[in-house]
Nanobody
Framework: QVQLVESGGGLVQAGGSLRLSCAAF????????AGWFRQAPGKEREFVAA????????KYADSVKGRFTISRDNTRNTVHLQMNSLKPEDTAAYYC?????????????????WGQGTQVTVSS
């Protein structure tokens, strides 16, 4: 059974940092591209960051470019999202996702597996 398990969320003040992690179980993670998405209350889930199977070709939403960094460790079946200079508008539930077909996709529909999410709250 495939599982993606996020961790690392929490409450942080504006300007602070958090590092999210996503551990993959039940799949050969090196064969999947990875992405991070987020969903704020009352809003649609949106793309945040994505990388290829080997961790290159990273893509970022304009709103997080220069502040967030996606990385992965295929030897440990994990993908991370380093979030710096956090803003209140970054408050959302953050989800990791894995795609068997499309590399560094920004589209939700191109991901095959999803985690349950981890909450990030940024206070002003």
């Amino acid at each position: 059974q495939v599982q993606l398990v996020e961790s690392g969320g929490g409450l942080v003040q504006a300007g602070g940092s958090l590092r999210l992690s996503c551990a993959a179980f039940g799949l050969t993670f090196s064969k999947f591209a990875a992405g991070w998405f987020r969903q704020a209350p009352g809003k649609e889930r949106e793309f945040v960051a994505a990388s290829s199977w080997v961790g290159d070709n990273a893509k970022y939403a304009d709103s997080v470019k220069g502040r967030f960094t996606i990385s992965r460790d295929n030897t440990r079946n994990t993908v991370h999202l380093q979030m710096n200079s956090l803003k209140p508008e970054d408050t959302a539930a953050y989800y990791c996702a894995a795609s068997a077909v499309v590399s560094s996709s920004t589209e939700l529909t191109e991901y095959d597996y999803w985690g349950q999410g981890t909450q990030v709250t940024v206070s002003s």
